[in-house]
């Protein structure tokens, strides 16, 4: 069984920083692309950014310039580096991996981990 599990959520204020992690384990980590998605209360499951098994990057327009994702294959880890931290990125944070050789409804989701930035 694929088991991906978030960690590093808490509080901050406005203009902090947060890294959340993922550790995942029960597959061949480096050969699958992974995503941080988030979601805040009253709202839909948004994606905050993607990375490539060749560490190639994507990121949400909301976050471009403050967040960074990255990954340690050694380690089963992707990582979201979070500055410049803003009360509208408070949410649950939750991170991805598609089952087969695409996304689709079967991927594996985390239990997430929460983010709260005050004002």
């Known amino acids: 069984q694929v088991q991906l599990v978030e960690s590093g959520g808490g509080l901050a204020q406005a203009g902090g920083s947060l890294r959340l992690s993922c550790a995942a384990s029960g597959r061949t980590f480096s050969m699958y692309p992974m995503g941080w998605y988030r979601q805040a209360p009253g709202k839909r499951r948004e994606l905050v950014a993607t990375i490539t098994s060749a ?51 079967n991927d594996y989701w985390g239990q997430g981990t929460q983010v709260t930035v005050s004002s």
């Open 55 to 105: 560490g190639l990057r994507n990121y949400a327009d909301s976050v471009k310039g403050r967040f960074t994702i990255s990954r340690d294959n050694a380690k089963n880890t992707v990582y979201l580096q979070m500055n410049s931290l803003k009360p509208e990125d408070t949410a649950v944070y939750y991170c991805r991996s598609p089952r087969g050789t695409a996304w689709g409804p």
